[in-house]
C-alpha cells in the first residue's frame, strides 16, 4: 500500500463513528428523553409524517416502556441498533434514528430517522444522523443494502433520501389515508457500492 493510500485510511480509521458537527448518535436516556419525546407524539404532523401507524399522544410513562421494549430487542434479537440524535452544542434531544430488521444472512436492514419538534426540522440535523447512520450501517455492521419506507405525503423526508443515493424501488400506491386523501407508500433502496462511490466523490471531489 503506497504512502497516500496508508494516509487515506488512516484519515477514514480517525472519523467519529458517532459524532458529527451539528449532532451525535447517541444512547437512549430513559428519564430525560421519555417527557421530550412524549411531546413530539402530541404533534399529529410528526407522527403522520413517521410512519403509517394511526397518531395517538403519549405519556413519558409509555414512552419510557417503549424504550424498555427497544432495549429488550437490541439485546435478545440482536436485529436492531436505535439511536438517539441530540445536539452538539448543548446535548438536547432533537429525534431518533435507527437500524432494524437486520437479516445478517443477507445483509440488509431498514432505516428510520425522525426529527421531533417542528422548530429542529431543516437545520440539517436530519441529514448528519442519517450520514452518521449509514457509516455505521455499511462500515460497522458490514451491511450490503438498506431500505426506507417513506409516506408519499411526507416531501422532505423523499428529499433526504434521494439526496442521501437512495433510489425508489416500489412504490404501493394510494396505501396510506391522511386527512381523507390518499398517498403511496415509497420503499427506497441504497446498496454499499452506491454509497461508497457517493462517499469517493466527496472525499476526492472532481475539479
Excluded at 496508508?6 to 458529527?20: C, H, P, T
Excluded at 403522520?48 to 432495549?71: D, F, H, T
Excluded at 411526507?154 to 389515508?177: C, D, H, M, T, Y
Aim: glycine residues 6%.
Amino acid at each position: 500500500m503506497d504512502t497516500q493510500a496508508k494516509k487515506e485510511v488512516n484519515m477514514d480509521f480517525q472519523r467519529s463513528l458517532f459524532d458529527g458537527d451539528l449532532v451525535c448518535l447517541a444512547p437512549i436516556d430513559p428519564e430525560n428523553d421519555a417527557e421530550v419525546e412524549a411531546g413530539w407524539t402530541h404533534n399529529a404532523e410528526y407522527l403522520r409524517m413517521l410512519g403509517i401507524e394511526p397518531a395517538r399522544p403519549l405519556s413519558a410513562y409509555q414512552i419510557k416502556q417503549k424504550y424498555e421494549n427497544i432495549e429488550k430487542k437490541m439485546e435478545e434479537h440482536k436485529n436492531m441498533f436505535y439511536f438517539n440524535i441530540r445536539k452538539r452544542e448543548d446535548d438536547r434531544l432533537v429525534g431518533f434514528t435507527k437500524i432494524f430488521w437486520v437479516a445478517w444472512t443477507h445483509g440488509s436492514a431498514f432505516v428510520q430517522l425522525g426529527i421531533g419538534a417542528p422548530e429542529d426540522r431543516g437545520l440539517g440535523y436530519g441529514n448528519e444522523a442519517l450520514q452518521l447512520l449509514l457509516r455505521y450501517a455499511f462500515e460497522e455492521l458490514n451491511l450490503f443494502r438498506l431500505t426506507a419506507l417513506v409516506p408519499g405525503c411526507n416531501q422532505p423526508a423523499i428529499g433526504l433520501f434521494e439526496k442521501s443515493g437512495f433510489k425508489e424501488e416500489v412504490r404501493r400506491r394510494q396505501a396510506l389515508n391522511r386527512n381523507c386523501q390518499r398517498f403511496d407508500i415509497i420503499d427506497f433502496g441504497l446498496l454499499v457500492d452506491e454509497w461508497r462511490s457517493r462517499e469517493d466523490q466527496q472525499l476526492n471531489p472532481v475539479v
